[in-house]
């Protein structure tokens, strides 16, 4: 993967977040050097399967870590539920126009507390 600065940034966040403070602790326990998870840090190369064991260790999405997409926890969340599952099988089968109005009225109930 080439250089993404945003990329590195939010590594660091996931490590501070998660309270890992040695970059060589880290390190070892992916199997990798230390320099790696400092250029990793800076934004530098990160393979596909490093990217997998650092999202999976730090438990973050890997979308969020590698794309920025979503939020760091989305990963924990992105299960649905068979009664989910039909909710959305049967949306599809309206009109975008009706959808919309449905997504309008769910966004005006008050979330429970």
């Known amino acids: ?3 993404d600065h945003n990329r590195g940034k939010r590594i660091r966040e996931a490590m501070a977040l998660n309270n890992v403070r040695k970059s060589q ?12 998870v400092s250029r990793w840090q800076s934004g530098g190369h990160l393979s596909l399967e490093s990217a997998c064991a650092l999202a999976q260790r730090l438990d973050v ?22 009664a989910e ?3 959305v ?5 309206h009109p975008q126009s009706m959808r919309t109005l449905i997504f309008n ?3 005006e109930i008050p979330a429970r507390s």
């Open 1 to 3: 993967m080439s250089q």
């Open 25 to 36: 602790a880290l390190a070892a326990e992916l199997d990798v050097s230390a320099a790696a």
């Open 61 to 82: 999405s890997l979308d969020w870590l590698l794309l920025g997409r979503g939020t760091m926890d989305w990963h924990r969340y992105n299960t649905l539920s068979p």
């Open 85 to 87: 599952l039909q909710h």
């Open 89 to 93: 099988m049967t949306l599809r089968k």
């Open 105 to 107: 009225l769910l966004a």
